[in-house]
């Protein structure tokens, strides 16, 4: 059974940083597509960062040098560094592991930033 395990959200002030964690179970990690989305309230899901297996990552445009996608695979947890976080950030932060042709996701961490 595959489980993915979000932590680390929470409230924070604009400019300040937080670090949400997935957790994996159930899966090789190091051979999957890890990605985080977010979404907001009223909002579609958009994908805000992702790793490859191959090492690759790719941000969406909104948080280029702010935010951090990193991943242990021994440990077979993914990470989100946010930093400079602004109010729109504000949003439930979702992980997902991807490996043709199935998509895992974990049950989300809301994260809220202050003005």
């Known amino acids: 059974q595959v489980q993915l395990v979000e932590s680390g959200g929470g409230l924070v002030q604009a400019g300040g940083s937080l670090r949400l964690s997935c957790a994996a179970s159930?899966?090789?990690?190091?051979?999957?597509?890890v990605s985080w989305y977010r979404q907001a309230p009223e909002k579609q899901r958009e994908l805000v960062a992702t790793?490859?297996?191959?090492?690759?990552?790719n941000y969406a445009d909104s948080v280029k040098g702010r935010f951090t996608i990193s991943r242990d695979n021994a440990k077979n947890t993914v990470y989100l560094q946010m930093n400079s976080l602004k109010p729109e950030d504000t949003a439930v932060y979702y992980c997902?592991?991807?490996?043709?042709?199935?998509?895992?996701w974990g049950q989300g961490t809301q994260v809220t930033v202050s003005s």
């Open positions: 997902s592991a991807f490996q043709r042709p199935r998509t895992y």
């Open positions: 790793s490859t297996s191959g090492g690759s990552t």
């Open positions: 159930g899966v090789i990690f190091s051979t999957y597509t």
